[in-house]
């Protein structure tokens, strides 16, 4: 699991130029400043001539109050402000430079982390302008805890010299005489295994610490493998850092941060087809395929989740016929939206289907589906509404059950769509025990329309306030969409799409919609 990556913003009074970098022996972060801007001198680590000028950073004109240079040159033939300043050494003469760090005034595209230990304090950055000629900020890290400190958020790209050694327990003579300080040896005293080890860890370390950065790794034109397993690991690409210049490096880092961007974009469109793909297996097996097989009644079904980016909520619906001809048709609520009361729509819902391929029907049947309710619930306080259809064999008549749910919306050629009727409309199964549902029996003619819903396709808003659609408003809508020609798939498009848009964007409930379909 990757490491948790510090967002503190703040960053240090050293860094922000109130206070003065700390000792040499508590080893602060340094930042350097962009082109054309001076770091603001540390009194205790420079002694130089208030006279001086200090326009050129190579100037290498001696220091009268020293007698030392008071400008080095990375070799690189590029002017650094990371390679001008100090000789390298405090008031003592031990040490490495550390100059007070200072904020541009002049804007910056990329922030760049250095991440390196070079005790004689010589820089390894040159001077590094981003594609449109800005400067390029760059801050320095001389330990993973500093990285871990200085890895803000608009950081974009991190540089991590592999000779950085990695803490480590003490090696004894019995583990090849490695030093005792834990740090990686390669100098032929026996640690050169465990330098390979050390500097792959602190590379893997910095990418748990920031997997969201791109990461270049700097090593010797002598080790050129080593880089190469640096990529191998996940660094975007590795540079030899005897070799480095101004325009080279800005150029890897830009390609660099662009290389990352690209694979992240990529691995998120793999795992969103892999999600899809699951998606779909899923759908195949939760919710349900209708068993219509010799019947004259078309299908057609909605289903929303409300929950964001889920499969499933806890509405669910079934259709089936028996051997005997009757079609029935469920459609249900469990009340709550997460992934548990998913699970238990499902149960009922699988649950249903057995109980009526077994024969039972009507009061009988939500009397069984209470049960499992209350033993699968994981609360007592979880209830489910139903509303259960048995559609004769001829299509003319259906028994009707209601648990606590909206009845059923009729529609058929030359009559308005009605609801209906709801008088003996039972209790919400898990609510009462021994509760009992009477079964109505209704006449749907010799063609007609059935639409079986859960709440949410009535309980979305209207507007900006608090009116909702309820069910007068869905059956003047579907009337009017049926007027207009819709039916079927397309009806119940329309019907969830104009919700949606009633309601301002995408309903707080889940909606599941069931039609059947009887032509003469």
């Not at 391929?357 to 306080?381: F, I």
Request: glycine residues 12%.
């Amino acid at each position: 699991m990757p490491v948790p990556v510090p967002r503190q913003r703040a960053i240090p009074a050293v860094e922000c130029g109130q206070a003065p970098a700390a000792s040499p022996d508590s080893g602060p972060s340094k930042e350097q400043a962009p082109p054309g801007t001076h770091p603001a001198e540390n009194p205790t680590t420079r002694r130089e001539n208030p006279t001086e000028k200090r326009e050129k950073p190579t100037d290498t004109s001696p220091d009268p109050s020293t007698g030392t240079a008071t400008g080095t040159s990375t070799g690189t033939g590029t002017d650094s402000p990371a390679a001008t300043g100090t000789d390298g050494r405090t008031a003592t003469g031990a040490g490495r430079t550390h100059t007070d760090l200072t904020r541009s005034a002049v804007p910056t595209n990329l922030t760049v982390l250095l991440i390196e230990d070079d005790p004689a304090g010589s820089p390894i950055v040159p001077d590094l302008l981003d594609q449109a000629g800005k400067p390029i900020r760059v801050r320095t890290a001389r330990n993973l805890t500093e990285a871990g400190r200085l890895l803000t958020d608009d950081v974009h790209c991190i540089l991590l010299d592999l000779a950085l050694s990695a803490p480590a327990p003490a090696r004894t003579s019995a583990d090849g005489g490695g030093n005792a300080n834990g740090n990686a040896s390669g100098n032929g005293n026996g640690g050169g295994d465990t330098e390979d080890h050390d500097e792959l860890a602190v590379l893997r370390h910095v990418l748990e610490l920031a997997p969201r950065h791109a990461v270049l790794a700097l090593t010797s034109s002598s080790d050129a493998e080593r880089g190469a397993e640096a990529v191998a690991v996940g660094a975007q690409d590795y540079l030899f850092r005897d070799e480095l210049d101004g325009r080279l490096l800005s150029r890897a880092i830009r390609y660099a941060v662009e290389r990352k961007r690209s694979d992240s974009a990529e691995r998120r469109l793999a795992e969103g087809r892999v999600r899809a793909q699951e998606n779909r297996r899923l759908e195949r097996g939760l919710l349900p395929t209708p068993l219509l097989a010799g019947s004259p009644l078309r299908f057609a079904a909605r289903y929303r989740p409300g929950r964001s980016r889920a499969l499933l909520g806890g509405d669910f619906y079934d259709v089936v016929r028996t051997p005997d001809g009757t079609v029935h048709a469920m459609i249900g609520d469990v009340c709550g939206h997460g992934p548990d009361e998913a699970a238990l729509g499902v149960e009922l819902r699988i649950a249903w289907r057995a109980l009526t391929l077994a024969g039972l029907c009507g009061d009988e049947l939500l009397g069984t589906l209470q049960q499992v309710l209350e033993h699968e619930r994981s609360d007592d306080e979880i209830f489910a509404t139903l509303c259960a259809v048995d559609i004769s064999p001829d299509g003319r008549r259906a028994g009707l059950c209601l648990a606590g749910h909206p009845s059923p919306l009729i529609a058929a050629p030359g009559v308005p769509a009605r609801l209906l009727p709801y008088d003996n409309n039972g209790p919400a199964l898990g609510l009462l025990p021994g509760a009992r549902w009477p079964r109505m029996q209704v006449e749907l003619g010799a063609e007609w329309s059935l639409m079986l819903y859960t709440d949410g396709l009535i309980e979305g808003h209207v507007g900006e306030g608090r009116e909702r659609l309820g069910q007068d408003g869905m059956v003047e809508m579907v009337r009017r969409q049926r007027a207009e020609g819709l039916r079927g798939e397309e009806l119940l498009r329309a019907a969830v799409n104009e919700v949606r848009e009633l309601n301002g964007g995408e309903l707080a409930d889940d909606v599941a919609v069931v039609l059947l379909d009887r032509t003469a």
